[in-house]
Nanobody, 124 residues
Framework: QVQLVESGGGLVQVGGSLRLACTAS????????MAWFRQAPGKEREFVAA????????LYADSVKGRFTISRDNAKNTLYLQMNSLKPEDTAVYYC?????????????????WGQGTPVTVSS
């Protein structure tokens, strides 16, 4: 059983930065491809970024490309999302997701494990 716990969310002004973390209770995080999704009030959960098992490949949604960076530290069992130049439209609950076989999918249903989410609010 994989448990994922996100942290680092909060309130930030437009143009500011936040760093989210997702800690996994697994023996070997490197066995899982990881991703970040977000869900704004009244909207569907949407893909943000993904990283493969070793961290050598990443994918981003067009809306965050150039502003967000996904990374992982398998030795620390932790996934990160560095968010810069934040905009009001980035306001959402951010979730990390993991799966042994799915890498890079934009479809939330393809991921087998999810955290509880951490809220991010960008004020203008």
């Amino acid at each position: 059983q994989v448990q994922l716990v996100e942290s680092g969310g909060g309130l930030v002004q437009v143009g500011g930065s936040l760093r989210l973390a997702c800690t996994a209770s697994v023996r070997t995080l490197g066995s899982y491809a990881m991703a970040w999704f977000r869900q704004a009030p009244g909207k569907e959960r949407e893909f943000v970024a993904a990283i493969n098992w070793g961290g050598g490949s990443t994918l981003y949604a067009d809306s965050v490309k150039g502003r967000f960076t996904i990374s992982r530290d398998n030795a620390k069992n932790t996934l990160y999302l560095q968010m810069n130049s934040l905009k009001p439209e980035d306001t959402a609950v951010y979730y990390c997701a993991a799966d042994r076989t799915t890498w890079g999918s934009h479809r939330a249903g393809r991921y087998g494990y999810w955290g509880q989410g951490t809220p991010v609010t960008v004020s203008s």
